[in-house]
């Protein structure tokens, strides 16, 4: 039996919830600043029937209810959520490896389980208990937080780091990696124990090692070269080409290098090109910078200032350089997230329909270009070095990837979320536009139609570290 939580509940502990002054301090003794409880009112679905006690932090879950599934994360409003592996309700031992997002699933023992909410400093919010009525069987389920299942989350990490926090997260609303991922595991458990019930505690220790080697098991990857502390062949540029001057028939077209790496960091600008005949000046255009996981055709600056030119003098046509470049590596994991270090220097252009900003992405492509999971930022302004994390939406394109005019591969779709992963989509691009390099005609050395460009010169995206996040 599935629970869901909506309707006149939701509404009853929205009033409650707003009028609690404050929720539980966070657990630092250098920190004196108390956190505001979230609002639970639409984090889970349908919960008409369940019995909520706001005093304490308790929601009892009506008879024959063996799981039930996180309808809106965006509800916490930019907090996050995580299991709890203790019954600590000021400093609980937090299970890191499966953030609770929206779509999740979560199966309910006899003992019941414990979400923890978390700002995103990591300060602890909140700690719900949510259980079934007292005499519920438990002959169908296991609890959430048996040690069964603390073994699967992590048999080694939990008792090492069960203090350590992840990256600083963003406020986005995503899926997570499997949905159904926590409730099948205790669903799985509770198989392996009525079947031996003869010996429990033979039947707990080998669903504890079971698990234990599966979470072992679990693919986790990062991608090559991901700390930027030099160049990598899992990620393609357009810097050599933007770098290799061109001339045919009298006709010359130049730039320079825009990816450099130093101090252990990789730094991508937005470039100018140049085109002439002879001494006549021709067309100036704009192009990104890009490092993207991937290959790139393109040989020569002529290749960046027209995909395809061949003769003529120089064009004022605008040059689709995605035409040269292949977006994806082999990949299949499912990671819930992303983090990236970085900053980001804006310069800002004329175009009103391209206006000048950054682009940072993450896709998680199936088969048939069937898009698994897509993550999505970009900074329209100056940013200084920061740390930014965005989770993943499985079957959603919240960013508008797919339909934004961005740089992606051609012929891709939206799926459902739930379709195998067999490559990863990595950009970065200092201009999220000029991926199309359009121009302005030059005339005795005046700029006739600077609008034309959809980048802004020597705007710079610095990358200094990459992780997946699971």
Known sequence: MRFEIHGKMKSLIAGTLCSLALGLWACSDEVETPVAAPNLSELFENIDDADIDLESHAIVLPEGTDSFTVDNIAALGGKKCYLALDDDPVDPEIDWDNPVSTGTTLAIGEEGLRLVVLDESNRVVDVWTISLPEGESSSSVVP?????????SSSEKVASSSSEEPAESSS??????????IASSSSEDASSSSEVSESSSSAESSSSEKN??????????QLPGSDFSARNDFWATTSDAMATKKTSAAITVSSEANLAFGDGMATITTRKIEGSLAVIDGDRKMASGFYFAGSYAGETALDIYEQGYTDGTPSTDDSYIVKDMTFGRPFTARPTAFTVKYSYSHVANKSTDYPQKSLVYVMLVGKNGKVVATGAFSDSESTEMTTRTVELSYGKDPFGLLSGEYPVAEGLSLGTGDEDVVSIHVMFASSAYAHVVSGCGVLLGADLAPQNFRGGENSALVLDDFKLIY
Request: glycine letters at 0%.
């Open 144 to 152: 959430a937080s048996s040690e069964a299942e603390k073994a699967s």
């Open 172 to 181: 986005s609303s995503v899926a997570p990696a499997s949905s159904s991922e």
């Open 212 to 221: 234990e080697s599966s979470s072992s098991e679990r693919e986790e990857p």
